[in-house]
């Protein structure tokens, strides 16, 4: 595709948003606004734990039919509804994800506390669900047409252990055709993730011969040991710049208190701007547990078994960042310019790490709205200014999609 000046764009987005079309479709979101809360509150309280997407799939696709987008749904069960274009070799994938963090059981009704809305997921993603409703529902209501083809998909796997499943089987799919990516993640509209964030995610785990906590005293404890390198692990320095952050998020082991486990296992997150300190963070991790184990042989009594320490990658987030140049970043630049949206740029870890590691142009932004809480049971959301974010989405969405090469 040509690059185009952030001048132009300027100039481009004023034109287009005088375009008698574009105006009913920013009319028809200001008028809609109502019922695109109610959307998002009928997605939101569908569960949608990681890998158990499929219920919460099956009613955005009824809402993208209404939208009338040609839809389906592909083997890992993301929710693909196209919007044809004029030229059909090139595609602007507009995406948010289906899925949360919370487990199976999680309470996710929402409540209304005032303006906010209270629910786990509510913010992330239930505010990008609704934006990618409400901007198929405009543009067919304002009859648009665009040069490419645009395709709205709420994917599948993006959070937890998922490893961006569902956006790399995205990517997989329309590759040849692809010109930029948006995904579209959580409220806010103060931001442009334009650099993915590389994270590598580990379960670390101790096995050994299991016994009985008073007959076997004194053989050596998977969850003991596991302790020890987790502490020694926890004590390793990380650096400011690049950015470098770990976490162990998930702890598990044993059958019962009486009982010495034969298992234990803690999966821990890794993140950093620069992949070089990720390898240094994983070989440490891997000396820690080693260590560990070794602290905690020495303690038990001799000839009552061994320990094995093991590691299991659940995923590998790639980075990659969005060129100077590139058209999609004049486009939304020039968008926050003419709304008067004050915005930063940030790096992520989110659905577009994908395809920025691959070199094809990607942003993530919000849906609009204000949130806050995210992956917590205290999530909520205030749907003030949620048309601005709107209308950012839907006026980036039509310079890139209506300009052809």
């Known amino acids: 595709?040509?690059?185009?000046?952030?001048?132009?764009?300027?100039?481009?987005?004023?034109?287009?948003?005088?375009?008698?079309?574009?105006?009913?479709?920013?009319?028809?979101?200001?008028?809609?606004?109502?019922?695109?809360?109610?959307?998002?509150?009928?997605?939101?309280?569908?569960?949608?734990?990681?890998?158990?997407?499929?219920?919460?799939?099956?009613?955005?696709?009824?809402?993208?039919?209404?939208?009338?987008?040609?839809?389906?749904?592909?083997?890992l069960g993301n929710v693909i509804g196209e919007r044809p274009g004029t030229n059909h070799d090139d595609v602007i994938l507009l995406a948010a994800h289906l899925d949360t963090v919370f487990p199976a059981g999680t309470d996710v009704r929402v409540k209304r506390n005032g303006a906010r809305l209270e629910a786990p997921g509510i913010a992330d993603n239930g505010a990008g669900l609704a934006a990618l409703v409400a901007i198929s529902r405009a543009l067919e209501e304002s009859h648009i047409r665009t040069g490419m083809t645009i395709v709205f998909a709420g994917d599948v796997g993006e959070e937890g252990e998922g490893n961006l499943r569902g956006i790399r089987a995205l990517v997989e799919t329309y590759r040849s055709r692809l010109r930029a990516v948006i995904a579209v993640d959580g409220a806010a509209i103060d931001y442009i993730t334009t650099q993915g964030l590389a994270s590598r995610r580990i379960e670390a785990f101790v096995t050994g011969p299991g016994g009985h906590s008073w007959s076997d005293f004194g053989a050596p404890n998977p969850i003991t040991a596991l302790s020890r390198g987790?502490?020694?692990?926890?004590?390793?320095?990380?650096?400011?710049?690049?950015?470098?952050?770990?976490?162990?998020?998930?702890?598990?082991?044993?059958?019962?208190?009486?009982?010495?486990?034969?298992?234990?296992?803690?999966?821990?997150?890794?993140?950093?701007?620069?992949?070089?300190?990720?390898?240094?963070?994983?070989?440490?991790?891997?000396?820690?547990?080693?260590s560990g184990v070794n602290d905690e042989m020495a303690a038990a009594q001799r000839g009552t078994g061994s320990l094995e320490?093991?590691?299991?990658?659940?995923?590998?987030?790639?980075?990659?960042?969005?060129?100077?140049?590139?058209?999609?970043?004049?486009?939304?630049?020039?968008?926050?310019?003419?709304?008067?949206?004050?915005?930063?740029r940030e790096r992520s870890s989110t659905d577009a790490n994908v395809p920025l590691s691959m070199g094809i142009p990607a942003i993530a932004i919000g849906g609009g709205g204000l949130g806050g809480g995210s992956h917590s049971l205290d999530e909520w959301y205030d749907s003030t200014d949620r048309l601005v974010g709107l209308k950012r989405i839907l006026l980036t969405t039509l310079l890139i999609a209506r300009t052809t090469s």
């Open 309 to 344: 320490p093991g590691f299991r990658s659940l995923g590998v987030r790639p980075s990659g960042k969005l060129a100077e140049n590139s058209e999609l970043l004049a486009a939304i630049t020039s968008v926050d310019t003419y709304l008067s949206n004050s915005s930063r």
């Open 230 to 290: 987790i502490v020694k692990f926890s004590g390793i320095s990380v650096p400011d710049m690049p950015r470098t952050s770990f976490n162990f998020g998930v702890i598990e082991g044993g059958t019962s208190v009486n009982s010495i486990p034969n298992r234990a296992a803690v999966k821990v997150d890794l993140r950093s701007e620069d992949d070089t300190q990720l390898a240094r963070l994983e070989a440490a991790l891997h000396d820690a547990i080693q």
């Open 1 to 75: 595709m040509a690059t185009i000046s952030l001048r132009a764009a300027d100039i481009n987005v004023q034109a287009l948003a005088r375009e008698p079309g574009v105006m009913r479709a920013s009319d028809w979101l200001a008028h809609n606004l109502a019922w695109i809360t109610d959307q998002q509150i009928h997605l939101n309280e569908i569960p949608a734990p990681e890998f158990s997407e499929t219920e919460r799939g099956v009613a955005l696709r009824k809402l993208f039919d209404a939208s009338g987008l040609k839809t389906r749904v592909d083997g």
